[in-house]
């Protein structure tokens, strides 16, 4: 694990990406996607890795592939990733994490559809928040900031206030474009761009330190 910030700093809420970052669905979600770019003659071995992080429907539009659905297609795919969580589990200390956070504090804001998170969460045991923000709640998705911007809102706080945990680039990108700080997950090895954001590797040694005024930061 490291830590290369000041790990003092308050914050209004946490916002949380899903998939690689509360918990782990790669497994499964490669699983799914390499029989989906098996099925349309991509190198599923380069496809992989640039998938994950993404809306399904926004990363089938990027292929361009002559004669593709894509709402159809991401629907489809959204259907076999519901029924394919095998090995969906919580990352470690992710959920003791959660459940020490105040609820009007916190939430998640996934690229996935609602459906297939709220599936996740309910295999890997983890909560499903009130204000969760979902791929049907923007009109683009990550790298795009509005999905930041409008967990921030429905929690009541500018992104400014927030800190968001990613473990992906198109995520990364999203928060610090919504004006957020960034706390990298690294538990699912995915590769990025990206250096000098704080990063920790689960959840197993951070422990959250509520101020008297609600605010939250985090103690290891």
């Not at 782990?24 to 998938?51: C, N, Q, Y």
């Not at 890997?124 to 709640?137: R, W």
């Not at 538990?187 to 590797?201: D, F, R, T, V, W």
Request: net charge negative; glycine share 8%.
């Amino acid at each position: 694990m490291s830590f290369r910030s000041d790990n003092s700093k308050q914050y209004a809420a946490f916002l949380f990406d899903m998939d690689g970052t509360i918990l782990s669905s790669t497994a499964s979600a490669e699983r799914v996607w390499g029989r989906w770019a098996e099925r349309h003659g991509l190198d599923v071995e380069k496809f992989l890795p640039i998938m994950h992080g993404s809306r399904g429907i926004d990363t089938i539009r990027r292929l361009n592939l002559p004669g593709v659905d894509a709402e159809a297609e991401a629907a489809q795919i959204t259907e076999e990733e519901i029924q394919d969580v095998e090995g969906v589990v919580a990352l470690p200390g992710a959920a003791d994490f959660l459940a020490s956070l105040p609820p009007n504090r916190w939430t998640i804001v996934t690229s996935s559809p609602r459906r297939l998170a709220e599936r996740r969460l309910e295999a890997a045991g983890l909560p499903m928040p009130q204000a969760i923000v979902t791929a049907e709640d923007v009109t683009i998705g990550k790298p795009d900031p509005q999905c930041y911007i409008l967990g921030a809102e429905k929690l009541g706080f500018a992104t400014h206030e927030c800190l968001v945990f990613e473990d992906v680039e198109a995520g990364v990108k999203a928060g610090l474009a919504a004006g957020a700080d960034i706390m990298v997950i690294t538990a699912a090895g995915h590769k990025h761009s990206l250096q000098g954001y704080p990063e920790i590797e689960h959840y197993a040694d951070a422990t959250v330190v509520i101020a008297d005024s609600g605010h939250l930061s985090i103690k290891f």
